[in-house]
């Protein structure tokens, strides 16, 4: 039944998000059941830490593992219920814009000063080891970002907070370095809605609720994974370390928390 799908999508969800490189296969299970409704529910599961720990592997080094979840990610984005919380509780669009960085960075200085911390920080790095950003190299996995980004302006919410992560400074800048023609034509699209301006009656909608908004949330990268830990099957609930007694026996081997998502940021 649904009930048990749900169960299986989740243990899955679980031991894939504690050992990602071992279970490489799972990402693209986890795209394929994200292009359905029921699947979409248990990714974005607002109780769970599972999209928020998705989106840190969108860093991820191994190709074929940042090409699923950013499908992944995309495909939750048919969700429109969700894109709220996509943008303002989880580091999905920094992380995907960050993907879209060119050398240059921003060409504005001011729109530097007002980017999202993880995209100055980035920027930052590089120019302290005078080494260029590197573009997202694979084109399907940029083109997976642009239609991202794309969805989540569908409501005029979702364009005013993306606009609020200055959205279109990256986009601007990474604009002339997109070599594929068919992505430029959906990047063209992304910026009519990012530049548009929107009717006065949505104006004061946009104006009141940010009057109801509260702070950006921020990953909380040891609170997801206790989180984590505690939905893994048979996995016990991290606590402190603690120093190990002499001459004591080997531990049983569990889920070590410190060792998820190692791979990127």
């Given at each position: 039944g649904d009930d048990f799908a749900g169960a299986d999508l989740r243990i899955l969800l679980a031991a894939f998000l504690c050992r990602p490189t071992d279970l490489p296969e799972a990402g693209m299970v986890l795209t394929n059941m994200a292009r359905l409704d029921e699947g979409r529910q248990v990714i974005l599961d607002r109780t769970q830490p599972f999209f928020r720990l998705l989106t840190r592997l969108i860093d991820a080094e191994d190709i074929s593992l940042r090409r699923a979840i950013i499908e992944t990610v995309r495909n939750c984005c048919f969700h429109e219920a969700s894109h709220e919380y996509i943008l303002k509780k989880t580091t999905a669009v920094e992380r995907l814009l960050k993907r879209l960085l060119v050398a240059e960075g921003v060409s504005d200085p001011s729109d530097f000063e007002e980017l999202p911390t993880l995209l100055k920080a980035a920027i930052e790095e590089a120019r302290s080891k005078d080494e260029p950003i590197e573009l997202e190299k694979d084109a399907g996995i940029r083109r997976a970002i642009v239609d991202t980004?794309?969805?989540?302006?569908?409501?005029a919410r979702g364009r005013k907070l993306l606009r609020?992560?200055?959205?279109?400074?990256?986009?601007?800048?990474?604009?002339?370095h997109e070599t594929h023609e068919e992505t430029n034509e959906v990047v063209f699209k992304l910026v009519d809605f990012l530049l548009g301006e929107e009717d006065a009656s949505v104006q004061i909608e946009?104006?009141?609720s940010d009057d109801e908004d509260g702070e950006d949330g921020e990953d909380d990268f040891a609170?997801?994974?206790?989180?984590?830990?505690a939905t893994a099957v048979g996995a016990p609930k991290p606590a402190a370390p603690k120093p190990a007694p002499a001459k004591a026996p080997p531990a049983p081997t569990t889920v070590d928390p410190e060792s998820v998502l190692f791979e990127v940021d």
């Open positions: 980004l794309t969805m989540l302006c569908t409501t609020d992560k200055k959205a279109y400074a990256v986009i601007k800048a990474y604009h002339g946009l104006l009141s609170r997801d994974l206790e989180a984590l830990a």
